[in-house]
């Protein structure tokens, strides 16, 4: 069964490791700032999602 979620998530990574990999050169600094951008993404359009839900009730 895939979720809409779930297709989030695998975005958000797949954007995070390019953006990170082209902004940082070195290894470790590229997957943290990779992580943090994917965290973002991810906790962006679940507090968006929340919003429209309240608005919208």
């Not at 979720?3 to 990170?20: Q, W």
Request: aromatic share 14%; proline share 0%; net charge positive.
């Amino acid at each position: 069964m895939h979720s809409h979620f779930l297709y989030l998530c695998l975005f958000a990574i797949a954007v995070g490791a390019v953006l990170g990999a082209m902004l940082r050169s070195d290894r470790r600094d590229a997957i943290r700032l990779g992580f943090w951008i994917a965290l973002g993404l991810v906790g962006t359009a679940v507090a968006l999602a929340w919003v429209m839900y309240f608005i919208s009730s």
